[in-house]
């Protein structure tokens, strides 16, 4: 089955810090997210890639789509005491209905004031 | 717009009681819709995920089960809750290629 192996597991970081997490898998996905989820919240998306090598931002987020479509990664700039939460990303293999998304494990993001 | 409802936000339930979450989708048709649970704040464990009414897949063996008896309803339920089966609980959906969208859980508390 599919294996997402993300990275690092968690991350403790000072206010104004540039954050930096990734994705890898061991077969190819058609499309990357990454979430954010708050204590007692389900997850929110952040960012959807739809391309290899699609490069997309959103505020202080930037995502990439690996050209292999076996990674991504999530940088954050500037970091603010409200980023605080765990880090999804997340792959679909598929073209057709059943093709089901994987998670990896999460990056718990820490950011002292 | 989609959207999901999920609920109870929170449960607490005693040992050897039985469980039924229900979630719903609105605003979009065959969707595919998943169960998640959530130990300790970390990694989503997929329970069950569904392309169709009645067309179910169990991820992991266990005391819980899931049925969908509409194309936009989906119910996770057990005969006989376990200790082993707290946890925060969460519905999912999304269709071909789309990004999936996630309830707000359900905290469950079995005592």
């Known amino acids: 089955g599919q294996q997402l192996n993300q990275s690092p597991q968690s991350m403790f970081i000072q206010e104004g810090e540039d954050v930096s997490m990734n994705c890898t898998s061991s077969?190819?996905?058609?499309?990357w997210l990454w979430y954010k989820q708050e204590p007692g919240e389900g997850p929110v998306l952040l960012i959807a890639?739809?391309?290899?090598?699609e490069l997309t931002s959103n505020g202080r987020l930037t995502a990439q789509f690996g050209i292999t479509r076996k990674d991504s990664f999530l940088n954050i700039s500037a970091s603010i005491p409200s980023d605080v939460g765990i880090y999804f990303c997340?792959?679909?293999?598929?073209?057709?209905?059943?093709?089901?998304?994987?998670f990896g494990e999460g990056t718990q993001l820490t950011v002292n004031p | 717009s989609q959207t999901i409802h999920q609920w109870p936000a929170t449960l607490v339930q005693p040992v050897g009681s039985p469980l039924s979450l229900e979630c719903t989708v609105e605003?979009?048709?065959?969707?595919?819709l998943y169960w998640y649970r959530q130990a300790a704040g970390r990694g989503l464990q997929l329970l069950f995920y569904?392309?169709?009414?009645?067309?179910i897949s169990s991820e992991v063996p266990q005391n819980l089960s899931a049925s969908r008896p509409q194309d936009r309803q989906f119910i996770l339920s057990s005969k006989k809750l376990l200790l082993s089966d707290s946890g925060f609980y969460l519905c999912a959906f999304d269709r071909v290629n789309t990004e999936a969208f996630f309830g707000q859980g359900t905290r469950l508390t079995v005592v």
């Open positions: 077969s190819i996905f058609n499309t």
């Open positions: 605003g979009t048709s065959n969707p595919n």
């Open positions: 569904s392309i169709g009414i009645d067309q």
């Open positions: 890639l739809y391309k290899a090598g």
């Open positions: 997340a792959g679909q293999w598929g073209e057709t209905s059943g093709s089901r998304l994987t």
